[in-house]
Nanobody, 118 residues
Framework: QVQLVESGGGLVQAGGSLRLSCAASGSVFSINVMGWYRQAPGKQRELVATIAGDSSTTYADSVKGRFTIARDNAKNTVFLQMNSLKPEDTAAYYC????????????WGQGTQVTVST
């Protein structure tokens, strides 16, 4: 099993920045892709960004150019730097790790709230 602990959410004004962190523990040797998803009230959970072991990244179109994902493999931690935040970025943000041991190995953090005010 992999356990994930997120931090860094909060309330920020539009145009501001926040940095989310997610530290993994447990069976960290299994970690393959790390990423962030978000879910706003009444909406489905959606992909924000992912980063693979070779540091290749993917981003949702809505955050490209504003958000940056990075990982520290030595510390088994993934980060999400969020700049130029907009009210529509308001959501619960969830850390996700996909393992390599079996198909569908998938772990989620407890979520951290990001609220962007106008």
């Amino acid at each position: 099993q992999v356990q994930l602990v997120e931090s860094g959410g909060g309330l920020v004004q539009a145009g501001g920045s926040l940095r989310l962190s997610c530290a993994a523990s447990g069976s960290v040797f299994s970690i393959n892709v790390m990423g962030w998803y978000r879910q706003a009230p009444g909406k489905q959970r959606e992909l924000v960004a992912t980063i693979a072991g070779d540091s290749s990244t993917t981003y949702a179109d809505s955050v490209k150019g504003r958000f940056t994902i990075a990982r520290d493999n030595a510390k088994n931690t993934v980060f999400l730097q969020m700049n130029s935040l907009k009210p529509e970025d308001t959501a619960a943000y969830y850390c996700n790790v996909k393992g390599r041991r079996w198909l569908g190995e998938d772990y989620w953090g407890q979520g951290t709230q990001v609220t962007v005010s106008t």
